[in-house]
Every structure is written in structure tokens, then in C-alpha cells.
């Protein structure tokens, strides 16, 4: 069974730092592109990162691009973000996707149930 | 960045009935080298991950009833939902996957009228 599953959301503090992981099982992790997407609460969905199957190639929102880094350890079916310089706004749900064919603009066909990052004072 | 626009926000349609949802994207989402638009649909319902309807436009992913059809190409789509089931009461939303970055529309609220 295909399954996704994300961890690491936690209470962060403004200019703080995160790393959220998602593990990835029931398919060819190294054969497909992933991506982050988040949800603030009551809010809609908004794509944050991406990156390649390989991990040669990454891409990011410009709202975390220079805080925020995308990355993949293939051989451990780990997909990270790591989040640094949180802000307010980066409150959120975040989810991690995996692309429905393995190309880097494809659909996402699989998600996890999210992990809960909250940045307050 | 491509800014996606759907249209209504909400709407509230009897058991039975169709359901139209659009996306207008604030330029073309179709690939003159393949053909395709880059043009995705998502169901969400509350407290769940959204699901992956129909990708490219029109294709449906894997398991979706056919009640659910997606049209349109270039700026211009279409969500259908046809024979109205309660299960299909979520918010929908459209996703370009043409560029970076990968934009959404702000999402259409179904209910049952």
C-alpha cells in the first residue's frame, strides 16, 4: 500500500527552525518527483517546494524561497523540509505529495494526512 | 505567477443533480510540445488531505467514478460532477502545473442543496 507520512510539525517560535520529514513506503520512492504544499487553518492550499526524482533539481514559492530547503534521501525513502527563519505566516498544515507519473510538473496522486507547524511568540 | 480564478465560491446543488465548477488561469496552461494542459482538480474533504480527481485537463486518476468530468484547455476549465452523491460534498480545487510556482485556485465550496 502506498503511504506517506509526515512528522516534525511542532510550536516554533518568529526567526526559529524546523526540519519536517515524510516517509515514504508501497513505491519506487528514487522514481518520482515530490512536493511540498501547506494549509493555513480555514485557508486554501498553497505549493511551497518541489523537487526532482533524482533531487538534482529543486524548486520553491517565493515565500520560503532563501529560508526553506527541499531535499530527499532516496535510499532512505525520505522526503525533508527544512524550514528556518519561520515566520507568523508560515503557520500551517503541510503536506507532502507525490507526483502522479514522476515528472516534476505532474499531478500529485498521493498524499499524507499533513504535520502541524505553528510559528507564535 | 500564473494566478488561478475559480468560479463560484460556493454553491449548493440538490442530490441527483450536475455540479460546474471553473478555473480560469491568468495565462495559457497548454504545452504547444506535447499538447497537454497542465491543468489538475482536487477533491478536499474536511480533515483529509486532498484527493487527486483528474490531471491533464481531462484525465481522470485511477478509481474516480465517472460522474466526474473535467473539460477546457488553454485559460479556460470546467469541473463536472454529474448524478450529485452526498459524499461529493468537499471543497474542489484547480492547480496549474504548467509553471513555477505550482499555483491553486482559491478553492469552490460544494454542498447539497
Known amino acids: 500500500e502506498v503511504s506517506l507520512v509526515e512528522s516534525g510539525g511542532d510550536l516554533a517560535q518568529p526567526t526559529g527552525s524546523l526540519r519536517l520529514s515524510c516517509a515514504a513506503s508501497g513505491f519506487t520512492f528514487g522514481n518520482y518527483a515530490m512536493s511540498w504544499v501547506r494549509q493555513a487553518p480555514g485557508k486554501g492550499l498553497e505549493w511551497v517546494s518541489g523537487?526532482?526524482?533524482?533531487?538534482?533539481?529543486?524548486y520553491y514559492a517565493d515565500s520560503v524561497k532563501g529560508r526553506f530547503t527541499i531535499s530527499r534521501d532516496n535510499p532512505r525513502n525520505t522526503l525533508y523540509l527544512q524550514m528556518n527563519s519561520l515566520r507568523v505566516e508560515d503557520t500551517a498544515i503541510y503536506f507532502c505529495a507525490k507526483s502522479v507519473r514522476g515528472g516534476d510538473y505532474d499531478a500529485f496522486d498521493m498524499w499524507g494526512q499533513g504535520t502541524m507547524v505553528t510559528v507564535s511568540p | 505567477d500564473i494566478v488561478m480564478t475559480q468560479s463560484p465560491d460556493s454553491l449548493a446543488v440538490s442530490l441527483g443533480e450536475r455540479a460546474t465548477i471553473n478555473c480560469k488561469s491568468s495565462?495559457?496552461?497548454?504545452?504547444?510540445?506535447?499538447?497537454?494542459?497542465?491543468l489538475t482538480w482536487y477533491q478536499q474533504k474536511p480533515g483529509q488531505p486532498p484527493k487527486l480527481l483528474i490531471y491533464?485537463?481531462?484525465t481522470r486518476d485511477s478509481g474516480v467514478p465517472d460522474r466526474f468530468s473535467g473539460s477546457g484547455s488553454a485559460t479556460d476549465f470546467t469541473l463536472t460532477i454529474t448524478n450529485l452523491q452526498a459524499e461529493d460534498v468537499a471543497v474542489y480545487y484547480c492547480q496549474q502545473d504548467y509553471s513555477i510556482p505550482r499555483t491553486f485556485g482559491q478553492g469552490t465550496r460544494l454542498e447539497i442543496k
Open positions: 495565462q495559457s496552461v497548454l504545452n504547444s510540445s506535447n499538447k497537454k494542459n497542465y
Open positions: 523537487i526532482s526524482a533524482s533531487g538534482r533539481t529543486t
Open positions: 491533464w485537463a481531462s
